[in-house]
């Protein structure tokens, strides 16, 4: 079974700042693994995924995340926030045996501060 | 490219009522998942098709839930005797035959009354 520990539920940054959200994950098999923005009152957006290959993945709206397998880690990251990027941030992984059901962190919710 | 639609938006109902949500895919997508979301929380995986072929549930997905994809096309999630505890928004994904990704639709947020 695989399960996802997002380390901060809450963080608030200014704007134009660099911003990290930080997602562990446990797996007994190879995974593949995904970063999803969701705005109030709205579905999931995906912001970016890993399946394999180079481990600096980049996304949407400038975010980017590394894979790191000996610390079992995928952190997102933006060099610097907007207003806009204000919503909640959901880490999230699969097997990577084909498309399967995705297992979700608890979320973190980046506020941007003007 | 039209998205994943999901019908209603919204849904109020009383205990004990029974409701059903729509889900449609984007098209040529054969897998499609339902998730479950409640406040504060991340969405929870409940039972997802492929085709027509229902392939997993989880435990989570009660004997009152009840999920058909009959024509491996669009899917409906159906709640029966609804409780209290119900009270949630319910997503509805797709997914094309490669690529790993699931694209999600905007929800049905239901309340339980």
């Known amino acids: 079974a695989q399960s996802v520990t997002q380390l901060d539920s809450q963080v608030p940054v200014f704007e134009e700042a660099p911003v990290e959200l930080r997602c562990n994950y446990s797996s007994s098999v190879s995974v593949y693994l995904f970063w999803y923005v969701q705005y109030p009152n709205q579905g999931l957006q995906l912001l970016l995924k890993?399946?394999?290959?180079?481990?600096l993945v980049k996304g949407i709206n400038g975010f980017e995340a590394e894979f790191n397998k000996s610390q079992t880690s995928f952190h997102l990251r933006k060099p610097s926030v907007h207003i806009s990027d204000t919503a909640e941030y959901f880490c999230a992984v699969s097997r990577n045996s084909g498309n399967t059901p995705l297992v979700f962190g608890k979320g973190t919710r980046l506020s941007v501060i003007a | 490219d039209t998205g994943v639609s999901q019908d209603p938006r919204h849904k109020i109902t009383k205990r004990g009522q029974n409701v059903t949500f729509r889900c449609d895919p984007i098209s040529e997508h054969n897998r499609l998942y339902w998730y479950r979301q409640t406040l504060g929380q991340g969405p929870e995986f409940l039972t997802y098709?492929?085709?027509?072929?229902?392939?997993?549930k989880s435990r989570l997905l009660s004997d009152r839930f009840s999920a058909e994809r009959p024509k491996g096309s669009f899917s409906t999630l159906e709640i029966q005797r609804t409780e209290q505890g119900d009270s949630a928004m319910y997503l509805c994904?797709?997914?094309?035959?490669?690529?790993?990704?699931?694209?999600f639709g905007p929800g049905t947020r239901l309340t339980v009354t």
């Open positions: 994904a797709s997914s094309p035959r490669r690529g790993g990704e699931q694209y």
């Open positions: 098709f492929q085709n027509e072929a229902q392939l997993e």
């Open positions: 890993y399946l394999s290959g180079s481990t």
